[in-house]
């Protein structure tokens, strides 16, 4: 009969350790619910873990004959050892995206002393713009345009346009030609470390995409800016409490083929910001 080596447990407490160095007390709570899959029964473990990273988990248990030659069965679990390692690595990436996910609904939440009014999202715009119809929750303070507007995940856009009975319109921050000043970190063992590049203008190109075009491409070396790295507000025009809110994460870095020693740097929110159902306006803030 097959020796059968309970892999299943070793990444379950593998996880938990993961869980436990990533996530103070605090959060407990909040993360509780996403977490309670880790301690489920193998087959939900694999299942869930194979959702969270886009890409297939073999099987947890490694089986091993014990006719196979000692060397073979330290190639084995050798190789067992790497995959487990591998899925740890890809718990821990999602932790710190977490964190920063937690840290942006935190900053969110500060702004209530400037007021917010929830919106619902009621249509979109018919000419293909990055615009977005709002109905205003039985709000009783006044939305003004140039009022930030913003989502779990970050900036999404400014009032555009106030219409009556409590509509308004948002003109989101990937709508061709919207203008933002940014700049850039990145999260190193779980703490978000600002990268050396000045602020620069960044500038939607709709279809839910951001591009930024006047970067010199030694610059984008030298920084060593990569896909991943988060775009964050830095405009004095916006206001102080939304410094270093998350704007999105490069998508693409290469060079411009239209201009000699620029790159070609590409943003994408953290959400596809058309699709939102629900937003929240800053009043008090434009």
């Not at 937690?102 to 209530?112: D, F, N, P, T």
């Not at 790295?229 to 270093?244: C, E, H, M, T």
């Amino acid at each position: 009969m097959p020796t059968r080596l309970p892999a299943s447990f070793v990444v379950s407490t593998l996880v938990a350790g993961v869980i436990a160095v990533c996530f103070p007390q605090s959060w407990g709570n909040r993360i509780r619910g996403s977490a309670q899959f880790l301690f489920w029964p193998a087959s939900l473990l694999h299942d869930a873990t194979a959702r969270l990273s886009d890409r297939p988990v073999q099987p947890g248990t490694l089986r091993i004959d014990p006719s196979t030659p000692a060397g073979e069965q330290i190639r084995l679990l050798s190789e067992e050892n790497n995959r487990l390692g591998g899925l740890v690595a890809t718990l821990e990436t999602q932790a710190a995206a977490l964190r920063g996910q937690l840290s942006e609904e935190q900053r969110l939440k500060a702004q209530g002393e400037t007021g917010m009014v929830q919106a619902r999202v009621v249509g979109v715009d018919p000419g293909g713009r990055d615009l977005l119809q709002l109905s205003l929750l039985g709000s009783k303070k006044p939305v003004e345009v140039g009022m930030p507007v913003v989502y779990p995940g970050g900036v999404a856009g400014k009032i555009s346009a106030v219409g009556v009975a409590g509509q308004a319109t948002v003109r989101l921050i990937t709508d061709r030609d919207f203008k933002v000043r940014a700049s850039f970190g990145r999260f190193v063992d779980g703490k978000f470390v600002p990268i050396k590049l000045d602020p620069i203008v960044i500038e939607g190109r709709g279809n839910d995409e951001i591009r930024i075009s006047l970067l010199k491409q030694p610059d984008v070396e030298a920084a060593g800016l990569v896909v991943n790295d988060w775009v964050v507000l830095a405009d004095p025009s916006w206001p102080a409490s939304l410094q270093g809110s998350r704007l999105g994460a490069i998508s693409y870095v290469g060079q411009r083929q239209d201009a000699t020693g620029f790159a070609e740097v590409r943003v994408r929110p953290h959400s596809t910001l058309t699709t939102l159902r629900e937003l929240i306006v800053l009043v008090g803030s434009n």
